[in-house]
């Protein structure tokens, strides 16, 4: 399984910025596709996740601001990240959810200036 992150970068507060996730590779269909963020000095946190199914989840930092969505056939997920603020900086990382098996992408440095 190989996951390929794209996008992100910086923007000034206030700002967005797209993520995109493409999956490929051999998984089971029903998994969980999402995006976790690690701040320096700080644990790897989930930001927002969504299931094979659409259901949603997100971290109660970004509610509101951000949202999660995902295309089966493609086996891609995006975040849009609105309303951004300093403390979204962080490194992003991609994930797919397997069962208790996890899988990431390479992160990405998103840089949210005051």
């Known amino acids: 399984v190989q996951l390929q992150a794209s996008g992100g970068g910086s923007a000034q507060a206030g700002g967005s910025l797209r993520l995109s996730c493409a999956a490929s590779?051999?998984?089971?269909?029903?998994?969980?596709m999402g995006w976790y963020r690690q701040a320096p000095g700080k644990e790897r946190e989930l930001v927002a996740v969504?299931?094979?199914?659409?259901?949603?989840n997100y971290a109660e930092s970004v509610k509101g601001r951000f949202s999660i969505s995902r295309d089966n056939a493609k086996n891609t997920v995006s975040l849009q990240m609105n309303s951004l603020e300093p403390e979204d900086t962080a490194v992003y990382y991609c994930?797919?959810?397997?069962?208790?098996?996890?899988?990431w992408g390479q992160g990405t440095l998103d840089t949210v200036s005051s």
């Open positions: 590779g051999r998984f089971f269909s029903i998994n969980h």
């Open positions: 994930a797919l959810i397997v069962g208790s098996q996890f899988f």
């Open positions: 969504v299931t094979s199914a659409g259901s949603t």
